[in-house]
């Protein structure tokens, strides 16, 4: 059971006070951590602090690590920092259980039998390279560097697509895309002619009335955005949360919409015909900015929200009430565009109804809506150029997917099990767990089977690490430099990662190893820099500051600018008619709805429910439960079943029960948690838990995985990303 009360998920600085005093516990009891002497902290009373951003999830909060006699103690807020304002969440405070994680990979690994069965011989470094490049240069000769293929998430990445793009790749892919906020950004570029981006641009502490669709604060953790939320119910913001199970943001809300799965869509319309049809909408910007609205109103004048009820299950009246709320507060009126949008395949069209109902508050571009980001301007680094390519990136093929402005990471797996358009052979992964973040795992291991090559760069034995022929144990960020990040945020900023302690053992940096590697490919002439602090102080230099300004401060801010158009920020939308595209040509000469319109989804059968799933606010992804000052918060996952459900068949709170989905697959046990709080129609659980590497022996076996129950997906045919919600799952009690 989670120990953290739901008044407390929005106090960010309260649940870390805990965390704190944990890791002050932890870290006493492990020996062998060694002090950087090189850092830029300052000394008091044998403790040390240095400026750093976190890396437990992606939103990169400014952090402040403290390191007391030669050990690393805690790691707080960095009160410079612009995104974390001097605090981190739950997970950021419990990051240094990752620098003391007893299961960490200790030194580099190949593989001693077949592939998955977790049987490793530790080697040198070298050996490693040795033999990675050995490999690299086989796949070369018989089928062009193209058939090597790069899975990264997040910037830690960045040093070996260098080498790797230097080596000749094109495929590189990761799951924040067709697997997250790709069918969010693609349906607001379809309107707007921009995305959304991350950090989001949503003004959300300005907003006077906040829509959350599914995007639930509190629990998704990110941190600016909930301290925002925070502040926004603080001054009173009327909030209107549609989730079809009743989340902490649901809590904060003025109007609570408990929705049927998957009929997000038709209650979009809806309120789009309310606000049309009562003439509610911002006339001016509509007029000004708008393109295609005569034909727009004509398609939604049939979704009125009587028709909307039986879709969704909203009372007609409560869809009326609420879309009067939006316009009441317009423009500071904010339809959070959520983030994990990946649901039902339907997803960019969704995502595009969301952007069209903005477009009619008028909030896109004005406070409390959408603003303009600003960001510093830093130089790359000038590399010699990249080898022509000769072949195309396979990961959508003919433009299959014709509006997917990212590489999609199940497109590269696809061409990975069926060698078109041309055999992929090789596999870099870095910092993404594969059979966790892609649906259906058999196809990811089919693909896997067909490689010659699978590199996997994590910083524990996760489970995409068990299918590698190569293990490179990596350096958690409180030990290693990074690459800048150059923020893209409401104001403009620089931050450095730089390292609080040395790593244990014989883990490397993404850099070095990147290095390294290009070195023994013959490819040392793209690695002009001695080392990485080189770099950065080039790169800093060229941009008017220094590597030891930044050291010391960890954050360089840039000059405030203007983020609306009341600020003088010019409306302009890049799409195709220059202006917000109500009505979208480009979608209809492609074959796709100008204007969204709704699908029914598919009922669970008799004796099934929905599976749906989110996140916890003191875990990320699956990347965390193995972390010992997070694990103590929350241990397993639980499943929220609704407790007539519950009742009927005979399962309490507290019972473990596995689940079966439609094809057959059983999970691992997990405790049912009875509740009002959900739909009876679905059942939930957080996403990450479940983990079956035996190397991960503190997390090994507990809890449940969404992920292997995920056979099925649904890909949204603008963009290709892989709708998850779609799978269904009977009870069954654990023997
Ligand atoms: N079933 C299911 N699938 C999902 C989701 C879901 O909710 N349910 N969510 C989707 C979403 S929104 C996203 S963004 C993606 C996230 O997908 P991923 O980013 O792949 O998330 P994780 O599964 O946590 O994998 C992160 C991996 O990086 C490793 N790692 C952690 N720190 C470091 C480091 O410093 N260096 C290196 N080299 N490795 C490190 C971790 O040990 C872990 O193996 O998943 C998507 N897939
Ligand atoms: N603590 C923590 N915070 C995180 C992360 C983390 O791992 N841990 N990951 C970060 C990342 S990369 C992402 S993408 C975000 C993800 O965070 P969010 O974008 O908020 O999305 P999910 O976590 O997928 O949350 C899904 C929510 O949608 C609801 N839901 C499910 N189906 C439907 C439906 O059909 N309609 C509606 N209206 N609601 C539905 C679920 O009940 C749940 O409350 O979180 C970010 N923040
Ligand atoms: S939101 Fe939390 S985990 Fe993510 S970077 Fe910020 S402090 Fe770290
Ligand atoms: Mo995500």
């Known amino acids: 059971m989670n120990s953290i009360s739901r008044r407390k998920f929005l106090k960010i600085s309260t649940s870390t006070i805990a965390v704190a005093a944990a890791s002050t516990s932890l870290s006493s009891i492990v020996k062998g951590a060694k002090k950087i002497e090189s850092n830029s902290g300052k000394t008091k009373n044998g403790i040390q602090t240095i400026p750093t951003f976190c890396d437990i999830c992606f939103w990169k909060c400014g952090a402040i690590a403290y390191v007391k006699d030669g050990k690393l103690w805690k790691v707080e807020g960095n009160p410079e920092d612009p995104l974390s304002k001097g605090r981190l969440c739950p997970r950021g405070t419990g990051g240094v259980g990752a620098h003391y994680d007893p299961d960490r990979l200790k030194a580099p690994l190949i593989r001693r039998s077949s592939r998955g069965k977790e049987e490793w011989v530790e080697v040198t470094w070298s050996e490693a390279f040795d033999y990675i490049a050995e490999k690299m ?31 000749g790749i094109v495929n590189i892919a990761a799951p924040s895309f067709a697997q997250c906020r790709g069918p969010r950004d693609v349906g607001f570029e379809l309107t707007y002619g921009e995305g959304i981006g991350s950090p989001e641009r949503t003004d959300i502490k300005n907003a006077q009335c906040l829509v959350l669709i599914g995007s639930h604060l509190g629990e998704n953790m990110h941190n600016t955005q909930v301290q925002e939320f925070a502040d926004a119910v603080q001054n009173g913001a009327s909030i209107i949360v549609v989730d079809p199970r009743f989340s902490v943001a649901a809590s904060k809300a003025k109007y609570y919409l408990p929705i049927k799965p998957g009929t997000d869509l038709a209650l979009l319309l809806a309120w789009i015909n309310v606000i049309v049809s009562e003439n509610l909408y911002d006339k001016n910007y509509v007029e000004l900015h708008g393109f295609g609205f005569e034909q727009f109103a004509a398609e939604i004048s049939q979704y009125t929200p009587e028709w909307a009820y039986p879709e969704t299950g909203i009372d007609p009246e409560l869809i009326r009430a609420t879309a009067r709320e939006m316009a009441r507060y317009r423009p500071a009126s904010l339809v959070h565009p959520g983030r994990h949008a990946t649901w039902y395949g339907d997803d960019a069209q969704r995502s595009r109804a969301i952007a069209l109902l903005n477009a009619l508050l008028g909030s896109w571009g004005r406070k409390g809506g959408f603003y303009y980001p600003a960001s510093m301007d830093v130089p790359a680094y000038p590399y010699p150029p990249y080898p022509t390519p000769t072949k195309e990136k396979l990961d959508n093929p003919n433009k299959k997917y014709p509006f997917a402005s990212e590489a999609i990471t199940t497109g590269i797996r696809e061409a990975t099990i069926t060698g078109n358009p041309y055999p992929v052979k090789g596999w870099f992964v870095y910092a993404t767990n594969l059979i966790n973040a892609l649906p259906n795992e058999e196809e990811t291991i089919k693909a896997i089977k067909n490689l010659d090559l699978l590199v996997v760069i994590d910083v524990i034995p996760s489970e995409i690490a068990g299918w590698a022929d190569v293990v490179l144990p990596e350096s958690v960020y409180l030990e290693r430099y990074d690459d800048l990040n150059v923020e893209l945020f409401r104001e403009p900023f620089i931050a450095l990662r730089q390292p609080a302690i040395e790593s244990p053992n014989d883990q490397k940096p993404n850099w070095w190893m990147a290095k390294k590697l290009a070195e023994k490919l013959g490819l040392g002439n793209y690695y002009p820099w001695k080392n990485i602090e080189e770099y950065l102080d080039y790169r800093l230099t060229n941009a008017g500051f220094s590597l030891k300004e930044l050291k010391e401060k960890g954050i360089i801010k ?17 799409t195709p008619s220059g202006k917000i595209e109500f009505y979208s040509l480009q979608l209809q000469q492609a074959g796709f709805d100008p204007v969204p319109k709704y699908n029914r989804p598919a009922e669970p059968p008799p004796g099934y429910f929905r599976l749906l799933f989110g996140r916890a606010p003191v875990h990320s992804f699956s990347r965390t439960q193995s972390n010992r000052i997070l694990a103590d918060m929350m241990e397993e996952n639980e499943l929220w079943v609704n407790a007539v459900i519950a009742e009927r068949l005979g399962f309490k709170s507290g019972q473990y029960v596995k689940l079966k989905n439609t094809e057959g697959i059983v999970s691992n046990k997990i405790k049912i948690k009875a509740t009002e709080r959900i739909r009876p129609d679905c059942v939930y659980m957080v996403h990450g838990f479940g983990h079956n590497s035996k190397m991960l022996k ?14 099925k997906y649904a890909t949204d045919p603008l963009m290709g990303g892989t709708g998850m919600n779609i799978n269904f799952v009977t009870i069954e009690a654990e023997a």
């Open 137 to 167: 240069n086989k796949i070369k000769q018989q089928y062009g560097p193209e058939s090597v293929a790069m899975f990264s998430h997040g910037l830690g990445g960045n040093f070996l697509k260098h080498t790797l793009k230097a080596y």
């Open 558 to 574: 840039g000059e405030k600018q203007s983020i609306y158009f009341d600020e003088g920020i010019k409306p302009e939308f890049p």
């Open 698 to 711: 503190g997390t090994y076996l507990k809890g449940a995985s969404d992920a292997q129950l995920i056979t």
